[in-house]
């Protein structure tokens, strides 16, 4: 289904500008409402006025136009004013004062009045005339053949109603001008305050911007790890402003993070230290321990088999803690930033040698190389790589049942080399997935000691990746899982 674009605006600035200039279109309708209906009431009350003065003597003598008396009395009537008589419900005659020069020759006394201001009224006209009151009140009526009029009924003399009216044009005229003049003066306004409002909540927001800009400059540092230098904060934070207590918060929010990731970074060097310290102080027992059990069991003497059995054990496990020390002391150099060796390397031939050591480590599976026919080469340590290569086929092998297909597939990426290990096993459990590179994080839940894994094969792949400037990441589902490490071209 397709969405409609949003019309409401986005930003702050944006919402309080619109939110101003939507007050003042309220208000401005507002004020133009009462102000045109206040002028028409003002306008209609002065038109009834006139209407009672001119009195009924046009529609008298709208008796006399029929037989052969002197014509209608159009003295002093405004031009434009209706006349009307009924007699019985039933209109007899009615005019309009069209003001012409006959009317005021008549008006002055100068010749009798004639009858050239009769009309002919439709049915619906005669109708609503006849519906008047003849109680002297002014009533609105729509003719269809002359237009709005104010008009009011009285009882004749001789039985008859006597109906006089006033157009209403002037009045809708005028309130017409007044409509288009509110319509230009607040069209006028709306646009200067537009501006004056977009000028004036710009410079309003200028606090807020410099909160948003500490921000974006925050979150732009890396804060993963080591040591950060977090001394951006807010410039001049007045607490006696809402922006202000916002930005005072936001760097005293800023210091406690600071102190956070300073005991952090204390916290992970002293583990570093510890973990340095303690390989080395390993490696001579460990080394004694191994060289002891190999030395006993070389006696030529006879040994019961419970303690050469034992012997074995302790040979097989001291190696065992050999290579966890000497892959803690490796993670702790990486850790610590120590440069590795920068030469070029040909990872088609450690490809070549990881596969040929895998095949014969692991027979029971299938293996596979995929290759491009000409060397990929990249800048870094020959024997990390080496160890990453080595590290990844293990971790196939451990983890895949007997006859699983693993595929080693170099192939130049455009912005490195990219060397993925694929297998058809059985996949990563979902849960595992996310942590598969963190330390000491093994796929069998007994944490079995029969496969010989440590935990460490895949944290050492993403240190190794990441001091050379790459990436490691994995996508697993039954059936396909795939390891792919991206590394910088040479």
Known sequence: MRRLPRIAPRTLRSRLIAGVLALLVLTCGGVSLATTELLRHFLVGQLDQQLAQAGGRYAASLEHTGGGGPGTDTRAQAPGTFGARLLGGQVTAAGVVDGDADDAEVASGDRPADTDDLVTLSAADRHHLAALPPDGSAHGVRLASLGGYRVRAVAGRDGDVLVTGLPTGPVDATVHKLVMVELLVFGVALAATGIAGAVWVRLSLRPLE?????AERVSALSLASGAVALSERVPDADPRTEIGRVG????????????????????????????????????????????HAELALRHPGPVPPEVRRSLGRIEAESRRMGTIVEDLLLLARLDAGRPLADEEVDLTRLALD????????APGHRWRLDLPEQPVLVRGDADRLRQVIANLLTNAAAHTPEATEVTLRLAPADDGVTMTVTDTGPGIDPALAPRVFERFVRGDPSRSR?????????AIVHAVAEAHGGTVGVESRPGRTVFTVLLPAA
């Not at 800023?254 to 230290?273: F, K």
């Not at 990881?354 to 480590?361: K, M, N």
């Open 210 to 214: 410099r909160v948003t800009g500490t």
């Open 248 to 291: 005072s918060a936001f760097n005293r929010m800023l210091g406690h993070v600071e102190d956070a990731l300073a005991r952090r970074h204390r916290v992970e060097e002293r583990l570093r230290g510890f973990a340095a310290d303690a390989g080395h102080e390993l490696r001579t027992p460990l080394a004694t321990v191994r060289g």
């Open 354 to 361: 990881g596969a040929a050591d895998a095949h014969a480590t």
């Open 450 to 458: 029969t496969t010989g894994s440590t935990g460490l094969g895949l």
